[in-house]
């Protein structure tokens, strides 16, 4: 069982850089593949980034790929998102979720995931 509590969201201009925190309690998370994930009202929930639990490879969904970073302190058990050059279709709640039994082929998909987080809001003004 894990718990995971992100924070960092709020509100940034066009252009802006931010970075989203997800802390991680009960477990660490070097066993788990982790995976950031965001939605907007009335849409369904999007993949971000994810990194895989076996070989540590990291993975951006396509609207995201050459702005965003993905990248965790295992000291601190905290992944962390670093956002750039952001954009208004960005706005949306950021959510971090981990699963231990997440094959590669499923990483993308918020259903192979068992625990998630509260979400942040992250909101892009133009």
């Known amino acids: 069982q894990v718990e995971l509590v992100e924070s960092g969201g709020g509100l940034v201009q066009t252009g802006d850089s931010l970075r989203v925190s997800c802390a991680a309690s009960?477990?660490?998370?070097?066993?788990?593949?982790i995976a950031w994930f965001r939605q907007a009202p009335g849409t369904e929930r999007e993949f971000v980034a994810a990194?895989?639990?076996?070989?540590?490879?990291?993975y951006y969904g396509d609207s995201v790929k050459g702005r965003f970073t993905f990248s965790r302190d295992n000291g601190k058990n905290t992944v962390y998102l670093q956002m750039t050059n952001l954009k208004p279709e960005d706005t949306a709640v950021y959510y971090c979720?981990?699963?231990?039994?997440?094959?590669?082929?499923?990483?993308?998909?918020?259903?192979?995931?068992?625990?998630w987080g509260q979400g942040t809001q992250v909101t892009v003004s133009s």
């Open positions: 009960g477990s660490t998370l070097s066993g788990y593949a």
């Open positions: 990194v895989s639990r076996v070989g540590g490879f990291t």
């Open positions: 979720a981990a699963g231990r039994r997440v094959i590669t082929s499923s990483l993308r998909s918020p259903g192979a995931y068992d625990f």
